[in-house]
């Protein structure tokens, strides 16, 4: 079976480290690549995950110039993208710079080179409103469990986005760029809706709900990768185990037999 090569955008940020020591330790399956706008690790990456892409495999780039994408995506299976502004906070110029215009490179420049797989890093801050606004949602995140009953409805793909700050809404643009390029284009395009990846193993109380495990994280894309081609466009909610999971991983787990193995435990 011929290796499948696969390029991160984001490869020193916190998620593409863990995605590329994951990938290139199956080296009879993936040829990994990354790309990045500098060689320093984020000081989010956990110690244990920092990775160290070969001079051959790097592609220096600030996602700015759709013919420099272009070039280096040509040949790839899969682009895994990553880069982006991951603070909540982040300012309308660096959201409008790296989550929007950025985002709309790489599904453009990935078109051009007729890859067949985008994986897009969006976030479940596309569907905080319901965590902010709505119970037992809204009971979840303030910590107040005896408010929750026993068994409730998760939200789901398929309910509207509803996202709180302007960072969600970059998302749900990213999201939307994948439903038309799966369908204009021709790729296939996948959303993960990601819970927060830390570099810590154990979470405070409060987002043990929307946490996702390194290890969780990195199987999940590698399941995204070796989705059939029939799976033309889906959007799947990444999360680890927790007893007040609200959101629905069902789907991912239907589609690409995607069950979390690790379990968030409160901090110590």
């Given at each position: 079976?011929?290796?499948k090569?696969?390029l991160i ?26 790309m ?8 989010r990456?956990?110690p244990?995950?920092l ?7 790097f ?24 880069a ?7 300012s ?11 985002t709309?490179?790489?599904?453009e ?9 985008v ?16 119970e037992p949602?809204?009971s979840?995140r303030?910590g ?18 509803w ?7 970059s998302k749900?643009?990213g ?5 038309m ?9 996948i959303c993960?809706r ?8 154990k ?66």
């Amino acid at each position: 079976m011929a290796t499948k090569a696969i390029l991160i955008t984001g490869v020193y940020g916190l998620v593409g480290s863990c995605a590329y020591r994951h990938l290139t330790g199956k080296p009879d399956l993936f040829d990994v690549y990354g790309m990045d706008r500098h060689e320093e690790p984020s000081p989010r990456v956990h110690p244990d995950e920092l990775a160290s892409v070969p001079d051959d495999r790097f592609f220096q780039s600030d996602l700015s110039n759709i013919d420099q994408l272009e070039q280096a995506f040509q040949g790839m299976d899969t682009i895994i993208h990553l880069a982006g502004d991951p603070n909540a906070d982040a300012s309308w110029e660096s959201l409008r710079k790296n989550n929007v215009e950025g985002t709309y490179n790489v599904f453009e420049a990935a078109k051009r080179a007729q890859v067949r797989r985008v994986i897009f890093a969006s976030s479940i801050h596309v569907s905080f409103g319901y965590f902010f606004n709505v119970e037992p949602y809204r009971s979840i995140r303030e910590g107040k469990y005896d408010q929750v009953p026993n068994a409730f409805e998760r939200i789901t793909t398929a309910d509207p986005t509803w996202p709180v700050v302007p960072y969600g809404s970059s998302k749900v643009f990213g999201e939307s760029l994948a439903r038309m390029h799966s369908s204009e284009s021709g790729m296939s395009c996948i959303c993960l809706r990601l819970g927060g990846v830390q570099s810590v193993d154990k979470f405070p109380q409060a987002i043990i709900p929307n946490a996702c495990s390194r290890g969780d994280v990195s199987r999940l894309i590698e399941l995204c990768i070796q989705a059939p081609d029939t799976v033309r466009f889906e959007i799947f909610y990444g999360l680890s185990n927790s007893e007040y999971r609200w959101v629905d991983i069902e789907n991912a787990a239907k589609i690409l037999g995607y069950v979390p193995q690790d379990r968030i435990r409160l901090k110590d």
